[in-house]
């Protein structure tokens, strides 16, 4: 008996595919959620400069103490008045002077504190202090956010909002990234014609994966590449637009013999790394891997839109982001739960199509509302949707409460 791997299982052999596939030079604007290929050193801390949280005067607490111990009871500092921008680029420590600071005004490292007017006295040109203050007091240190002298992003480390608001206070002109795959779509069948097709000719109908991918590639930043319908030799076909791309994925209305054409065009230089998937459709799915030169990456599939969905979801979609994020990272699959029942007349299937909507008290699991199954769904059912859910055995029934595993489009 055949043996027919599970959703998961699927993934997971995926997953264990991906290989870099080299790395480039991209601006930082295009380096969000992109998994870095090189480390990333502070040149600059930020802030550069200690920096002033209250209104006072900026002094050196060593000096003043060292003129508490030698003196009368008063530390006497020369006033320098308000405190300026050349000041911080005096290559002398003038730690014998003091200025004047209000709040946010920039202070260079060898001022360490700024104590209050009304713990002070000034004296015409002299400050007079009866106290050490306390080093740091009123300052809120240079580095404080990204200290000088560490690495600020560590290789494989993915660019997300706090680690592209640290590189922009470093303002570096690029950063070098693993490259994401470049996706092709190819449709090969009778009956269609591109979907920018304005009047199909009779018998024929506009395809619609080609916008439907291209707009999920286009949200994961994913480099995309529109092939629309071709004829022709699939031996023949296939390697000429892998070579165009890194991922290719072909679907048409396959018959018997064409799907075996698919399957015999991968037999020689590619290795099946999915050859079929537990869904009514799932047997004229595949996924495959090249074995030879370039790693190129094939998924093949019968002809639906509803079912292209649920694989970008489960399956497609967590295999591109493991280009970036690496496969160790990626969230295989979010856990949730059934938060209305439903039962469906006609075939059986755990591949449904649910509406997230919050977290189960108590659980933390996400909240699905259940559509439709896949295989009777239809693309309405698919835009009043935001996920696909896998259940943990083929059902006609579902159940409040029970446990199901997410994949979001």
């Given at each position: ?9 699927a993934l997971?052999?995926?997953l264990?595919s ?5 790395t480039e030079?991209?601006p930082?604007?295009?380096g ?19 920096v002033a ?20 009871g008063?530390?006497q ?6 405190i300026?921008p ?9 730690r ?8 946010g005004?920039?202070i260079?490292e ?10 002070a006295?000034l ?19 240079a ?7 560490e690495?600020l992003i560590?290789e494989?480390?993915?660019?997300e909002?706090v ?27 009778a ?8 009047t ?10 080609t916008?439907m991918f ?5 949200k994961?930043?994913?480099p ?5 319908v ?8 296939i390697p000429?637009?892998l ?12 018959s018997d ?13 590619m290795?099946?790394t ?16 090249s ?5 190129k ?11 292209a969905v649920?694989?970008?979801a ?7 982001e493991?280009f970036s994020?690496?496969?160790?990272l990626?969230s295989?699959?979010?856990?949730g739960?059934?938060?209305e ?10 591949l ?9 008290k108590?659980t933390g699991?996400?909240r699905?509302?259940?559509l439709?199954p896949?295989?009777?769904a239809?693309l ?10 896998l259940t943990?055995?083929?059902?006609s029934e579902?159940?409040v409460?029970?446990r199901?595993?997410i994949?979001?489009y």
């Open positions: 008996m055949k043996h027919v791997i599970t959703w998961r299982e997971e052999s995926l264990s991906v290989e870099s596939i080299g030079n991209v930082l604007r295009h969000f959620s992109c998994r870095i290929a090189e480390a990333i050193p502070c040149h600059t801390p930020n802030p550069p400069y200690h949280i209250c209104e006072g005067y900026a002094v050196n607490t060593s000096f003043v103490a060292e003129k508490l111990k030698a003196g009368d008063l530390a500092l020369r006033y320098r008045g308000q300026s050349s000041v911080l680029k005096d290559k002398y420590e003038h014998e002077s003091a200025y004047a600071v209000s709040d005004d920039f260079p060898w001022l360490d504190a700024v104590i209050l007017a009304s713990d006295k004296q015409g040109s002299s400050l007079l202090v009866s106290e050490t203050p306390q080093k740091l007091g009123g300052i809120l240190p580095g404080s956010f990204v200290p000088a002298d690495e560590k494989d480390d993915v660019i909002g680690e592209l608001a640290i590189l922009f206070s470093q303002l570096p002109h690029a950063v070098r990234i693993y490259k994401r795959p470049a996706v092709g779509v190819l449709l090969h069948t009956g269609l014609v591109g979907h920018s097709v304005e199909p000719r009779k018998n024929t109908m506009r395809e619609i994966l916008p291209g707009g999920f590639m286009k994961l930043g994913v995309f590449v529109t092939m629309s071709h004829g022709g030799e699939l031996s023949e076909l000429e637009m070579a165009k791309v890194d991922v290719l994925i072909l679907s048409g209305f396959f013999s064409k799907w075996e054409e698919v399957i015999s065009a991968t037999r020689h230089d290795k099946l999915v050859p079929s998937l537990p869904h009514p459709l799932g047997e004229k799915f595949l996924g495959a891997i074995n030879k030169g370039e790693r990456w094939l998924f093949a599939f019968y002809y639906h839109p509803v079912f649920a694989l970008y489960l399956l497609i979609k967590p295999f591109l493991a994020s690496t496969a160790k990626v295989v699959l979010e856990d739960v059934i938060s029942g439903m039962t469906v007349d006609g075939p059986r299937d755990n449904w199509i649910g509406l997230m909507n919050g977290l189960e108590g699991l996400v699905v509302k259940p439709a896949i295989s009777t239809n309405k059912t698919v835009s009043r949707g935001n996920c696909t859910f943990s055995d083929l059902m579902l159940r409460g029970e199901v595993s994949g979001s």
